[in-house]
């Protein structure tokens, strides 16, 4: 899930749009974006093991979400390719928008209840591609309208969208499917996405100042964009060491939760959309505060808070797990994750160019999202020999040690206006 540089300041051009009108259109593509990805994630997960699904089905269906780290593998198309008329990023917005309203649509023909999994798993599919591509030129548009001041407030509206994604799309319209069934509730996901829709459909894209030159020198961004000062040890050694102990603490949980005798229906609520409340208020928050304390501030926050609430995780670990405590210290691991994002985003914003917005953030934001992954990984396979504990202590380290040197970064490599 990403964020935001300053446009190109060239004379001749449209003013952008007000910044309470850029964070509203930011606002309608992240949430309606991440609508369906909750569903699919944590929704439709339940609603597919109450039926009797296997867990090893379910996986499969979890696996999807691999799409989103490799999305950089055709972000460089994104910024390349599309129309000069109606807005090059707006263009492809309103294809992709439609395009996952029509696939949810088409769950319609697939009820569950009828035992027919795989058309599901491929609907599901296309819908992660379309999201996933639609979440690049969402970026590429943030970078292009975003302006210093606004990148905190734009990256903090994206990382609690994804929260609210798991409400709406894991907890209401899951709730709307026990009561009315299966086409009450893709048709409230499908008609909520398509608000994204008619926002963009409204919004008038400045013109675009430059674009990559062809589909080399476009592809050539995804290693250039390392080449800015700074920018190698921000990737390379903040990134990886606070996306890997959050990944890994984060990875067990669930594994623990089990062990600890709690229900998958408990461990699903609890975990995708209990949670996803105050996740939801520390994005809002972080992003307001960028501007006052700064994103090394913001850092310093969010990964000592990330640190101290893993160690609140040890009892969970350590197989005791009483549902108030246990659920409170998610919700603290949660919000901090949530605040140190934010300042991971707005950094990797500064980095992102206007002439290739959506490649750059995308391949600073997917590395910390593939560090993730393996992390968590690799983690579970150290804590089947050594345990829970000794793989929460690791994951700190690498959170604290990844907070010291982004306070170091910070101060040798302040933001920047990124160069077009």
């Known amino acids: 899930m990403s964020t935001l540089v300053q446009p190109g300041a060239t004379t001749g051009h449209p003013t952008p749009p007000a910044a309470d009108g850029r964070l509203r259109t930011l606002t309608a593509l992240y949430v309606t974006q991440f609508l369906g990805f909750g569903f699919i994630t944590i929704g439709l997960t339940g609603i597919l093991r109450a039926g009797g699904t296997s867990l090893e089905t379910l996986a499969l269906l979890n696996l999807i979400g691999l799409i989103w780290p490799v999305k950089f593998l055709w972000a460089p198309v994104v910024d390349r390719y599309g129309p000069r008329r109606g807005g090059h990023y707006r263009s492809w917005l309103l294809v992709l928008q439609s395009g996952m309203v029509l696939t949810l649509l088409a769950l319609l023909a697939v009820d569950p209840a009828t035992g027919r999994i795989g058309p599901i798993v491929l609907i599901c599919a296309m819908f992660v591609f379309l999201s996933a591509t639609q979440d690049i ?30 409400i709406l799309g894991g907890g209401a319209c899951v709730v709307v499917y026990d009561r009315f069934g299966w086409a009450a509730a893709v048709g409230l996901l499908a008609g909520l996405t398509a608000v994204g829709l008619l926002v ?16 080399r020198q476009a592809y050539g961004a995804l290693l250039s964009v390392l080449r800015q000062p700074g920018c190698r040890s921000w990737v390379l050694g903040v990134v990886p060491l606070l996306y890997s102990g959050a990944g890994a603490a984060y990875g067990m949980v669930s594994p623990a939760l089990v ?38 501030g913001v850092l310093l926050v969010g990964g000592a808070s990330l640190a101290a609430a893993t160690t609140l995780l040890l009892p969970m670990l350590t197989g005791r797990a009483p549902t108030g405590f246990t659920t409170v210290a998610l919700c603290c691991f949660m919000a901090a994750y949530t605040v140190a994002n934010v300042a991971l985003y707005t950094v990797n914003m500064d980095y992102s160019r206007p002439a290739s917005g959506g490649t750059d953030f995308t391949v600073l934001s997917s590395f910390g999202l593939i560090c993730s992954y393996l992390a968590a990984a690799l983690g579970l396979a150290v804590a089947a020999r050594a345990g829970y504990p000794p793989v929460a202590a690791v994951a700190i380290v690498f959170m604290l040690a990844g907070v010291v040197m982004g306070l170091r970064h910070q101060r040798r490599h302040p933001p920047v206006p990124a160069a077009g």
Do not use: C, H, K, M
């Not at 030129?137 to 798991?166: F, K, M, T």
């Not at 963009?200 to 100042?209: A, Q």
């Open 200 to 215: 963009v459909w409204r919004f008038r894209e400045p013109d675009r100042v430059a674009r990559p030159a062809g589909t």
């Open 137 to 166: 030129a969402a970026d590429a548009l943030a970078v292009r309208l975003l302006r210093r001041r606004d990148r905190g407030a734009g990256n903090g509206i994206q990382v609690a969208a994804s929260y609210v994604g798991n």
């Open 259 to 296: 062990d600890a005798g709690w229900p998958l229906q408990r461990i699903g609520f609890v975990t995708g959309v209990v949670t996803s409340v105050p996740a939801v208020i520390a994005g809002l928050v972080a992003g307001g505060l960028v501007n006052r304390i700064g994103r090394t």
